[in-house]
């Protein structure tokens, strides 16, 4: 079974940076996507970046193009967001996710798609 844990999340001001990591245990993390979601108060679980594991592909949602980036360490199991020129919209708990599923244009964004789950890191950025 596979197991997720995020770290790295706190308290910045907006356009400060912050690096989410996500270690993985369980299971081979050479074949799963991985990807990032957040949930905001009193909103849904929305999808921020996904990575593959076949292929380089990386994807993200148009409000974090340009300031954050997906990346993964197959070495050391885990996949990271950082987070560049944060808004006070990025406030939000954001969760590792993963998946043994190939990575398209059908399915990334999918919260629905991805079986494993971490218990989410707050980050709140203040104006």
């Known amino acids: 079974q596979v197991q997720l844990e995020e770290s790295g999340g706190g308290l910045v001001q907006a356009g400060n940076s912050l690096k989410l990591s996500c270690a993985s245990s369980g299971g081979t993390f050479t074949y799963l996507a991985m990807a990032w979601f957040r949930q905001a108060p009193g909103k849904g679980r929305n999808f921020v970046a996904a990575?593959?594991?076949?292929?380089?592909?990386?994807y993200y949602t148009d409000a974090v193009k340009g300031r954050f980036t997906i990346s993964r360490d197959n070495d050391r199991n885990a996949v990271y967001l950082q987070m560049h020129s944060l808004k006070p919209e990025d406030t939000a708990v954001y969760y590792c996710?993963?998946?043994?599923?190939?990575?398209?244009?059908?399915?990334?964004?999918?919260?629905?798609?991805?079986?494993?789950w971490g218990q989410g890191t707050q980050v709140t950025v203040s104006s």
């Open positions: 996710a993963a998946d043994r599923m190939v990575l398209n244009s059908g399915n990334y964004y999918d919260a629905a798609r991805y079986d494993y």
């Open positions: 990575i593959n594991w076949i292929t380089p592909d990386q």
